[in-house]
């Protein structure tokens, strides 16, 4: 994936789990995401990307001020590439393949390169061969080849589409 698609497959994620504001400390290279950058007791997800990344999103988000609303981000930055990712129910079918994970359905997609997800559990870098999961709520997660052949039926070979 793209730098662009990457940074839109992050804050589209951020966004379908409710986070609403980015904060960035450019030094650092921290990355923070808040539901609600108002609540003084909200405890923030911290982004962690390989520093080359991090630059990235720091160069993209220069001339913003934190902190930073996501939608204007992914308006203004990937807009194409969120739509693609997230939106565009034809471009998901036709590379996703049904499978059950006992006893729910769900859609996967296989991976041919590396790619950041924002997952329930931080961000995660998936490797090629892994397997992207959309669950019964619209979260993504990597799940390894092997791990995916033990939990995990295919119930049709090919996309839908």
């Not at 034809?90 to 590396?114: C, F, M, V």
């Not at 559990?121 to 998936?126: H, K, L, M, Q, S």
Request: glycine content about 4%.
């Amino acid at each position: 994936m793209t730098e662009k698609e990457n940074l839109a497959s992050v804050l589209a994620g951020a966004y379908k789990l409710d986070y609403r504001w980015l904060v960035i400390d450019s030094e650092l290279l921290q990355i923070r995401i808040y539901k609600d950058v108002s609540d003084e007791t909200e405890v923030p997800l911290e982004l962690n990307f390989d520093p080359h990344f991090a630059q990235y999103i720091v160069n993209v988000c220069k001339n913003k001020d934190n902190p930073i609303v996501i939608s204007e981000v992914l308006v203004e930055f990937c807009a194409s590439e969120t739509h693609a990712l997230y939106y565009d129910k034809k471009s998901y079918e036709e590379q996703a393949i049904a499978i059950r994970h006992k006893p729910n359905e769900l859609t996967a997609i296989r991976e041919d390169g590396e790619r950041y997800l924002l997952t329930l559990n931080g961000v995660v870098r998936t490797n090629p061969g892994d397997w992207v999961i959309r669950g019964v709520n619209g979260e993504e997660y990597p799940c390894d080849p092997e791990i995916f052949k033990k939990l995990y039926d295919i119930i049709e070979e090919e996309p839908k589409a």
